[in-house]
């Protein structure tokens, strides 16, 4: 008996894990080919929740219009808004040449002042929250027996696993573009001189960055929660920021670590729901822990792109 | 003659005027919001701008505001003074209102004498404390910074969280709420029947050391030296790692003082939202005032006026108080942007051909 509540317990959390480590994919894929072009982007986390409010935003006026892929509509809108942010940030990072930083936080702060003045012109200041009918989960595989809710998952989970990674890692190592990417990110100079144009390749991942950051905060409020609140990013693209590094800027461990992430934060969800008191906020910790811990044992080998953090002049 | 655009650095008498043009550049560019909510712009700056100054309530409420900001902004500006990219001080804040609690809590039938001072030593402390890792993996093992500082944010915000669920929750509301700290840890007001109290004294005692140390030691020389070039400033016989460990930790040890003000001056008690990102704003207003101690003091001031002024504007035009988190961000990217043109000088030039 307790056997088979345990196996349960097991697929269920297989299941969760899966879609809680879904838009820490997406954006740190995006993270992961900015940084490698040398940019590092800490406009992430006010991207991801741009991507959140610009999706439920549209998605919301698309189905009061009656509009039968309203969902698909507010994913449009979402990477629309990400491009822009990315290439703002480009104008900043690669154009004029300041401080990614502090250009990066600037983003992030912008898109969450920006997010929240347009939802409080959309929506008003009503006390009921808004909320659309979100993107319903189905099995690509039918209705397998025991396993089920482990395939039960958004058709944006089987696209971040299925699709997105192997193209990432691909597009990344085995493609041009990919290849200019790298060279771009590791030595700019030398891209420049075989004839790859450097601004035009960052602004290229910078936009491709922004797109795929808003997916991952739009997936939270098109799928996950089919709401929009100020809460909804908490803080997931700080945690990107940190599997980047953890991953050491590659697409096939950037997923183990979101997976890895994504197990934590479902175990702790469960765990709570049981009724369990335990200090859950050093489970939640943890990936930031050690992401602090594999920097400090990597120490001087950690393999940062040649270029990061360095605007390029054409002199 | 024709003009010419050179990579000189500007004259010294530009640089007080790009954080003014920077500041209306933002009103320009934010007022294209204003006007999609169908207000007018121009009112609505009056609001931002003036009324909080109008009355004596608003204005002192414009110098609570500025108080953590202050603080904010001068641990930032010490921080990129010396090279040293501290984002974390949010999270040095958060461990100095931790240690500012936990004091606090225990200062009963203790003379003020002894518990203010406690108090703010020991959140000066904490706040090195969470500055010491990131700047020990800086320093030893040359770790960008960062990164680490900002992880550590969320961390410190996971560590109140605890606190406040777990030994410090509120026994009777179960609120994740701490016990209210003793009456003679609660910091004096400076003026009666106003919310202004000591904080803002210790902000800008803070302002006055640090234009003192930047400006006027050998220290605050060689920090501006690392900060410029690593490279030359060990040249010039500069122990480099020593002065960037140094103004990090001074920087998160200020930034701590941050989270004593608003715990002993404001709240009373620990919550998890005691600071709505002063340590990110703390950016916003070192960049504004371009690392300059009293550019800083004035910085904060302006962001302190916006953040009571968007209460107005809300209240008076229906525009969402948003605006006033969109305006601090767009000043701090075109500030950020603008502050390049103090690397340009225009030349007329003689067409000699």
Sequence with gaps: MTDTLFVTFLIGLIGATLRVATPLIFATIGELYTERAGILNLGIEGIMFLGAFMGFAIAAQASQAGLPGYLWL???????AGVVMGLLMGFFSVTLGVNQHVAGLGITLLSIGLSLFGFRLVFGESSVLPSIQPFAQYSLFGDLPVLGPIFRQYLLTYVAFIILIPLAWWILYRTNLGLQVRVVGENPEAADAAGVNVYRVRYLALALGGALMAVGGAFLSLAQLGAFTPGIVAGRGWICIALVIFAKWDPIRAMWGALLFGGVFALQLRLQTLGLQLPFEALLALPYIVTIIALAIAGRNVAYPGAYLKPYRRE | ??????????????????????????????????????????????YFL???????VSAIEVLVKATPLLLTGAAITFAFIGGYWNIGAEGQLYAGATAATAIGIQMQNV???????????????AGVLWALIPALMKVKLAIDEVVTTLLLNSVALFCVSALLNGPWRNPISQWPQSPEIAAAAIFPRLIPRSRLHLGFLLAVIVIIVLWFVLIRTAFGLRMRAVGLSSEAARFAGIHVERTMLISALVSGGIAGLAGVSEVAGIHYHLIDAISPGYGYTGIIVATLGTLNAWGVALAALFIGLIDTGAQTVSRALGVPSYLGDVIQATLLLVTLGMLLLQSYRIRRQERTV
């Design chain 1, 74 to 80: 507010g994913l449009l809108g979402a990477i629309a």
């Design chain 2, 1 to 46: 003659m024709g003009l010419k655009i050179e990579r000189v650095p500007a004259p010294l008498w530009v640089r007080p005027f790009i954080p003014v043009a920077a500041v209306l550049a933002t009103f320009l560019l934010t007022a294209s919001l204003v006007i999609l909510v169908r207000a007018n712009p121009l009112e609505a700056y009056y």
């Design chain 2, 50 to 56: 003036i009324d909080p100054l109008s009355s004596r």
């Design chain 2, 111 to 125: 003379s003020p004498w002894l518990a203010l001072p406690l108090m703010i030593v020991g959140g000066f402390l």
